[in-house]
Nanobody
């Protein structure tokens, strides 16, 4: 089970940190990702992390968002800085296979388990 938290409303330029706590799943052994979906748009891969620490980001968040993992807490984070109105969406964490690879790391079809989502609104 994956449970996200940390969403909310923030003004443009502000920051939020999303958390994704896992139960019954070892984040450190799998490819993990953050995705988002805005109304009327397709789900988009935002950031992903392989078990060896390799990360990928979609171009629009590169340099502003950071994905990280706390192994002791089995919790995945997404630190979001310099938020923009276009970052407004429902954000989901997801767990994938043991290794995603660069081509599939930000593709939602390669992920098996999903959280319920947390809303981020930037005005």
């Amino acid at each position: 089970q994956l449970v996200e938290s940390g969403g909310g409303s923030v003004q443009a330029g502000g920051s939020l940190r999303l958390s994704c706590a896992a139960s019954g799943y070892a984040f450190r052994s799998h490819c993990m990702g953050w995705f988002r979906q805005a109304p009327g748009k397709e789900r988009e891969g935002v950031a992903a992390r392989e078990s060896d620490g390799i990360t990928s980001y979609t171009d629009s968040v590169e340099g502003r968002f950071t994905i990280s993992l706390d192994n002791a807490k089995n919790t995945l984070y997404l630190q979001m800085n310099s938020l923009k109105p276009e970052d407004t969406a429902m954000y989901y964490c997801a767990a994938g296979p043991l290794y995603c690879g660069s081509w599939s790391r930000l593709r939602s079809s390669f992920y098996n388990y999903w959280g319920q989502g947390t809303q981020v609104t930037v005005s």
